[in-house]
């Protein structure tokens, strides 16, 4: 019989029923170590009390209104977003997934109305994760994902990862007269926690200017402070013309964002997109309060701080445990161990040692953790993976 939840996760046999900072408590009421934060979500930890409150005085007010009125919480983050960001508008989703789709039909309707509508091929690469609806998978491309789903939107072209300083052959040679745009994560993270080196992107970038295309960021995962600047991008000095981004911008409330260039945006008329939810006044609420620490330069600068500590940690981890780990790889606190074992084995160890990581592609544990986690819970969290690497190298 199908279970009364449809069976397309393999869910680990943990139930938390709370949660505090980065500490979650399990329904057994053991306490576990969060690495994860819902998968780059609670950015700011668990029932931080600004985010509450935001959350609560919100709901108290009003919840929902409807697109087809002013949404005055709506406007406050919108303006947050452009102003500390490259982008001049943005449209709020509830998710990462819609705000793919909104970024393919940006980039198509741009070149439409700019009287190419041949134009609407975009470039991706291997290893992508751009979530699941039909054009999601289809821009990312992976067998996993699009077998039996099709017939899959079409107009992606799937290059190899660009994973070094130079390699812009491939994409060079895959720009044509039909190309609207390349969209690629500036770290995967489903992926397995692959960064771009900041001259890959820089070199896209070019390639873009080079050829008038658009480029597509999809920070989904490595925004929202995650790697020590409010996005990854800004590393390499580059500007998008399209940003995808969701999971951390709600710190746990459903929202993502689609941020744009007016020119990108330029064929997004009245009519042309909507959403239900999106933009609500209760995201919005708790998205404003998200900003006001993320976007804030000394929260930055700790989330940097942190990460060179923990990235240090994280090295002596492995010259200790080199039959367990071989590489930490990424930025900021979006950093993934290279296993030796099956990353599976190395993430139900750290159950076993109430520590939570999440497993990626290319046999990588990713850690993830809250952007606020303290110093003390990174000492704690080391002690926790000495003991997984211990528990899985005999
Ligand atoms: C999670 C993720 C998505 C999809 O977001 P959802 O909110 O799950 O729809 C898209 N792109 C990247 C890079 C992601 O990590």
Same mark, same amino acid.
């Given at each position: ?5 449809l069976?397309t996760y393999n869910r680990?046999?943990?139930?938390f029923?709370k ?8 329904a ?8 994860g934060?819902?998968?780059a979500?609670?950015?700011l930890?668990?029932? $931080?009390p600004g985010?509450?409150?935001?959350l609560?005085?919100?709901a ?6 409807s697109?087809l009125y002013?949404?005055p ?5 919108a303006d947050?977003l452009v102003?500390n ?9 509830n ?6 789709e909104?970024s ?7 070149? $439409?109305d700019k009287?190419?509508p041949?134009r609407?091929?975009?470039?991706t ?12 998978i ?7 994902m699009?077998?039996?789903f ?8 799937h290059?190899p990862?660009?994973g070094?300083d130079t390699?812009h052959d491939?994409?060079a040679?895959a720009?044509?007269?039909k ?6 994560e500036?770290i995967?993270g489903e992926?397995?926690?692959r ?6 992107l ?12 658009l480029l597509?960021?999809?920070e ?11 996005f990854?991008?800004e590393?390499a000095?580059?500007e998008?013309?399209?940003?995808m ?5 709600g710190g746990?409330?459903?929202?993502g ?6 020119r990108?945006?330029s064929?997004?008329t009245?009519?042309? $997109?909507g959403s239900?939810y999106g933009g609500?006044?209760?995201g919005c609420?708790?998205?404003?309060a998200?900003?006001?620490h ?9 989330v ?5 500590l923990l990235?240090?940690k994280?090295e002596?981890l492995?010259?200790t445990h080199?039959t367990?780990f071989?590489?930490?790889?990424g ?8 296993c030796?074992?099956p ?6 160890a750290?159950y076993?040692?109430n ?5 990626a ?10 952007l606020?986690?303290t110093?003390?819970?990174i000492?704690e ?7 997984t690497?211990s528990?899985?190298?005999t």
């Amino acid at each position: 019989m199908i279970p009364s939840i449809l069976p397309t996760y393999n869910r680990a046999p943990l139930t938390f029923v709370k949660g505090s900072g980065s500490w979650l408590t399990h329904a057994d009421g053991r306490r576990f170590l969060d690495l994860g934060a819902g998968i780059a979500v609670n950015v700011l930890g668990h029932a $931080h009390p600004g985010l509450t409150k935001a959350l609560t005085d919100q709901a108290q007010a009003l919840w929902h209104v409807s697109n087809l009125y002013q949404i005055p919480q709506q406007q406050d983050l919108a303006d947050r977003l452009v102003a500390n960001t490259f982008a001049d508008t943005v449209f709020f989703t509830n998710s990462g997934t819609e705000a793919c789709e909104l970024s393919v039909k940006m980039a198509r309707k741009y070149w $439409h109305d700019k009287g190419q509508p041949k134009r609407t091929d975009i470039i991706t690469y291997d290893g992508s994760f751009h979530g699941r609806s039909s054009a999601g998978i289809s821009a990312a491309g992976s067998e996993k994902m699009t077998q039996g789903f099709g017939p899959l939107l079409p107009g992606f072209t799937h290059l190899p990862w660009p994973g070094s300083d130079t390699d812009h052959d491939a994409t060079a040679a895959a720009i044509t007269d039909k190309t609207a745009a390349i969209l690629i994560e500036p770290i995967q993270g489903e992926g397995g926690i692959r960064p771009l080196p900041d001259q890959c992107l820089k070199g896209l970038r070019d390639l873009c200017d080079e050829h008038n295309i658009l480029l597509i960021l999809d920070e989904v995962q490595c925004g929202m402070g995650r790697t020590g600047r409010l996005f990854a991008h800004e590393w390499a000095g580059i500007e998008p013309d399209i940003m995808m981004v969701a999971k951390g911008i709600g710190g746990g409330f459903p929202l993502g964002a689609v941020l744009a260039t007016e020119r990108a945006a330029s064929g997004m008329t009245p009519g042309t $997109h909507g959403s239900t939810y999106g933009g609500n006044p209760l995201g919005c609420a708790v998205g404003c309060a998200v900003m006001d620490h993320v976007a804030n330069p000394d929260f930055l600068s700790e989330v940097n701080r942190k990460a060179a500590l923990l990235r240090q940690k994280l090295e002596g981890l492995i010259a200790t445990h080199p039959t367990v780990f071989t590489e930490v790889r990424g930025s900021g606190l979006m950093l993934g161990l290279k296993c030796v074992p099956p990353n599976l084995d190395v993430v139900n160890a750290g159950y076993d040692n109430n520590l939570i990581t999440i497993p990626a592609a290319d046999n990588v544990i990713r850690l993830l953790p809250a952007l606020n986690i303290t110093d003390e819970d990174i000492t704690e969290a080391l002690i926790r993976l000495e003991r997984t690497a211990s528990q899985v190298a005999t």
